[in-house]
T-cell receptor, first 113, second 115 residues
Framework: GAVVSQHPSWVICKSGTSVKIECRSLDFQATTMFWYRQFPKQSLMLMAT?????????EQGVEKDKFLINHASLTLSTLTVTSAHPEDSSFYICSATENTEAFFGQGTRLTVV | QKEVEQNSGPLSVPEGAIASLNCTYS??????FFWYRQYSGKSPELIMS????GDKEDGRFTAQLNKASQYVSLLIRDSQPSDSATYLCAVNPSRHWASYDKVIFGPGTSLSVIP
């Protein structure tokens, strides 16, 4: 299957700082990428849809000013968690689709202290 | 009503047995259905996709789809301890199977295969 690479795999940051997470499709182009968040023992929750060359589409309840998404090329989308707080600590996962099937990045474990 | 529902489990089966995982969905027009496996602390991994009514087999895995009943299942034959994971059912509500909108995930079923 297609390969989606996500970086970093884990990050610890201080409260009030910003963290950027990258998601790359390595062997295919992705006009659309998706960002999910997963809290322990819970299912994946879609945060936003990242569209190449245009604004991201956010799910209800997700603060667009806090979770900045940029999809500048067909192989790269970034999620920036701004002014992070401990409650933002979670597992963030991106995905991209090839031939109708979704493939996921490795995930980023964010811990805000 | 949740869009995709699964029994949360945990489901425990002995090694070598058949594990049966079930999923129902609410959007009758959905066309694409997926099963993902997620190990603890890891991201989901696609196991099976199914688009037509009936069965689809891949190795020890068989996906079953019944659109009239809005029901998808995954059977794992000859279950192994390495199959112990959370299994996520996912549905693409797009009206056209080749059009990817966004996938809706169920809450997942935790499977434990006992040696």
């Amino acid at each position: 299957g297609a390969v989606v690479s996500q970086h970093p795999s884990w990050v610890i940051c201080k409260s009030g700082t910003s963290v950027k997470i990258e998601c790359r499709s390595l062997d295919f182009q992705a006009t659309t990428m998706f960002w999910y968040r997963q809290f322990p023992k819970q299912s994946l929750m879609l945060m936003a849809t990242s569209n190449e060359g245009s604004k991201a589409t956010y799910e209800q309840g997700v603060e667009k000013d806090k979770f900045l998404i940029n999809h500048a090329s067909l192989t790269l989308s970034t999620l920036t968690v701004t002014s992070a707080h401990p409650e933002d600590s979670s597992f963030y996962i991106c995905s991209a689709t090839e031939n109708t099937e979704a493939f996921f990045g490795q995930g980023t474990r964010l811990t805000v202290v | 009503q949740k869009e995709v529902e699964q029994n949360s489990g945990p489901l425990s089966v002995p090694e070598g047995a058949i594990a049966s995982l079930n999923c129902t969905y609410s959007d009758r027009g959905s066309q694409s259905f997926f099963w993902y496996r997620q190990y603890s602390g890891k991201s989901p991994e696609l196991i099976m996709s199914i688009y037509s009514n009936g069965d689809k087999e891949d190795g020890r895995f068989t996906a079953q789809l019944n659109k009239a009943s809005q029901y998808v299942s995954l059977l794992i034959r000859d279950s192994q301890p390495s199959d112990s994971a959370t299994y996520l059912c996912a549905v693409n509500p797009s009206r056209h199977w080749a059009s990817y909108d966004k996938v809706i995930f169920g809450p997942g079923t935790s499977l434990s295969v006992i040696p």
